[in-house]
């Protein structure tokens, strides 16, 4: 028995100096009992004097393992802690259910699948990524992708002055912080984040970031820019990103200012708000690596956003312009303007009473959006306008969270069109999660 | 044409109607749900001693960085041991430095306890 106890105490010992390496300790634990547990008669023969020396023998042992699981752990680590306690693991995904009226097709979508990994070099430098798979299946027949949607490093200088380098997300618009299907409301992101400012957009660059006061926030950039030759009439800048590698001929330069009124004052009845501006600027004549298309002109973005949260409502909307210089030379019915701009309100209502139990921190949220957004806001003299990119969009539904982080999404869509067009309306359902 | 005239037209009002709801939330009865470091001194809240700069600073960074992200969750919706973790994990998520996020937690946890 008395081994026994003394095998339970190096277990406690190994899983205290090794952990998250218990199923190694009780091996050991284990080894020990199997090595060192006499058969009774032999034990019963046995001097307690022996006994003891075997004891201390092997707790000499286990100290020594110990030291030197220790000095493994602080040589793979250059400040001495864990190695594995540098990382940091997460994701999200989202799997939505599609039905369109009439013929329009009825699906089961894996949308998104993203892991995140990110890594604490020290204590002012990290990295973050973001590695996505959509649709569930990928081959050259098939629509789905995976794409490193963000892979950059952080050198943390001071709450004023940082540094971004690597692959990062395009910081215009709410969506692009707010990504993560508990973040939003809806099954699927708004259109406006496919017709107007891309989502995901990323950029391959470098820049700053950093607050200029505690309630203002900023960030520049410069990063590769957009393949002029990609835009066109309905989709307008959209296939102008370049996902692999992107030529720096024609570099953007973007940027956006965060203000936050309540980040200094009192905030009566929860308040929270922030109001935002951002700006874009890239040649066109730009492609993937580093075969450019010979496309001249430009592109600038001017975009405004706000969210405001007053006790159980929540507000949100953004605004954007986009004017494009050579518009006739691309072609493809590309506008010289294009303008959009939604707002959406949700309350939350979810009664007090029942968050309980498994509902404890439980909540739903009841949204209405509606959508504005035309593709071929303003043409180029002797170019025709195309009047399906000029679009409207409503969308109520219900966000349900189980957990803060894993929500049960539905929705119902009216798309119409300029043309006067009864695009079919969508009912959508959908689950998403974030860890 | 004439649907389309009704439907852009609804979401214009839709504008109004929101900002009324905004009126209506403003006018409801609430205390603050994100309390600031003086109501918390002034309230009794903080223990002697208590960094009230550190602490404004980290309901600045609450405000910011984690608004930036996602919805925020009220300081009493968890306890100071349960903010230890979630700082711990999501201030390397949102790149935030050793201080700021010993402001943050320290913000959150007198907050976790003071707006009960």
Known sequence: MRTVLNCRKYLLVFSR????????????????????????????????????????????????????????????????????????????????????????????????????????????????????????????????????????????????LNVRFGRFLTPIGIISRKHEPPAFNGVERPSFYRFIIPSTWFSDGIGIFGSLAPAL??????????????????????????????????????????????????????????????AYYSGLNNGNEGNNPGTAGNLRIFSGDFEYSISKFDF?????????????????????????????????????????????????????????????????DGVVKDPAGDRTQWTGGVNFYLTPNLVAKADYQVPRDGAGKHLPNLINFGVGWQF | MKRWNGTRIAGRLLVAVLCLAAGIAGCAAGKAAIPTADELHAGGALPIGADLDALRRGRAIFVTECAACHRLFPPNAYSPEQWRGIVKRMSRRASLGGDQAADLEQYLSAASLGGK
Do not use: C
């Open chain 1, 17 to 160: 100096h090794f952990p998250g390496r218990e199923l190694l300790a009780t091996a050991v634990a284990l080894a020990l009992l199997v090595s060192g547990t006499p058969s009774r008669s032999f034990a019963q023969e046995q001097a307690p004097d022996s006994r003891d020396r075997k004891i201390q023998d092997l707790e000499k042992s286990v100290k020594d393992l110990s030291e030197r699981v220790d000095e493994i752990g602080k040589s793979r680590s250059p400040d001495g802690g864990s190695w594995m306690d540098k990382f940091t693991l997460g994701g999200y995904g989202e799997i939505h259910a599609n039905f369109g009226e009439g013929k329009a097709p009825d699906q089961i979508d894996i949308h998104r699948l993203v892991a995140y990994v990110g890594y604490e070099f020290n204590d002012w430098i990290r990295f973050h990524s973001e590695t996505e798979v959509e649709h569930g299946f990928v081959s050259s027949e098939s629509g789905g992708e995976i794409s490193i949607e963000q892979a950059y490093l952080d050198f943390l200088l001071s709450d004023r």
């Open chain 1, 217 to 278: 926030k900023y960030e520049v950039y410069v990063a590769g820019g957009l393949d002029g030759s990609k835009f066109n009439a309905v989709d307008g800048i959209r296939g102008g990103r370049i996902e692999e590698r992107p030529s720096l001929n024609d570099p953007a330069f973007m940027g956006r200012l965060d203000y936050f009124p309540f980040a200094g004052r009192p905030a009566a009845y929860g308040q929270v708000a922030r109001v935002g501006a951002s």
């Open chain 1, 316 to 380: 949100r909307g953004v605004i954007a312009h986009e004017r494009i210089h050579g518009a006739k030379e691309i072609g493809n019915g590309t506008a010289s303007g294009i303008f959009g701009w939604y707002l959406e309100g949700g309350v939350h209502v979810f009664p007090d009473a029942w968050k309980q139990g498994k509902l404890a921190k439980s909540e739903a949220v009841v949204f209405v959006r509606y959508e504005d957004f035309d593709t071929q806001f303003r043409m180029p």
